[in-house]
T-cell receptor, first 116, second 113 residues
């Protein structure tokens, strides 16, 4: 009954490969996010989707492409992986339409990506 | 653009010591304020949040934070820390009505038994 789940938990791959990370939430939220946490633990938002529509797209290389097949899922596809892509990627979700307490974001367990 | 500053990058305390972690944000309008905790190897969990009302908010595990609007601050406190509080603590802000969560750089707390 995990609220926000991510797969895989660990991902080790070679430079130049293409990989995907998946996120699913069963909270009934309509907004989902991808965050990147670098080696210094700094967290920065990458993307946000609301009801399958992209609403936040920070300065992220075009190699990163989010896809939301439905409002419970937000996947992240990364093309031509580079060493600098090594990080922990966190998915999160929220239900902001009601405002107030629903703006709390709930985070998944993270995907630890290591590019060799 | 809004930003969040956490001035203490590393804090080392002995058990039972009192804790205060600083957080300042830069935005003049209405904000929502959060403290998240990340235990070693785990995901972020919400400790507490402030949206409106009483500026002193209480969270889980004995943590509290005080919103001081005039100082643009939202410092986290705990009167007596435990070894299990060893973790990374993140202050974060959203502008009311917007879903973009902006994090501070985090404070790594080490509590020695």
């Amino acid at each position: 009954d995990t609220a926000v789940s991510q797969t895989p938990k660990y991902l080790v791959t070679q430079m130049g490969n293409d990989k995907s990370i998946k996120c699913e939430q069963n909270l009934g939220h309509d907004t989902m996010y991808w965050y990147k946490q670098d080696s210094k633990k700094f967290l920065k938002i990458m993307f946000s989707y609301n009801n399958k529509e992209l609403i936040i797209n920070e300065t992220v290389p075009n190699r990163f492409s989010p896809k939301s097949p439905d409002k419970a899922h937000l996947n992240l596809h990364i093309n031509s992986l580079e060493l600098g892509d090594s990080a922990v990627y966190f998915c999160a979700s929220t239900h902001p339409s009601s405002g107030g307490a629903e703006e709390t974001q709930y985070f998944g367990p993270g995907t630890r990506l290591l590019v060799l | 653009a809004q930003s969040v500053s956490q001035h203490n990058h590393h804090v080392i305390l002995s058990e039972a010591a009192s804790l205060e972690l600083g957080c300042n944000y830069s935005y003049g309008g209405t904000v929502n304020l959060f403290w998240y905790v990340q235990y070693p190897g785990q995901h972020l969990q919400l400790l507490l949040k402030y949206f409106s009302g009483d500026p002193l908010v209480k969270g889980i595990k004995g943590f509290e934070a005080e919103f001081i609007k005039s100082k643009f601050s939202f410092n986290l406190r705990k009167p007596s820390v435990q070894w299990s509080d060893t973790a990374e603590y993140f202050c974060a802000v959203t502008i009311a009505g917007f879903q973009k969560l902006v994090f501070g750089t985090g404070t790594r707390l080490l509590v020695s038994p």
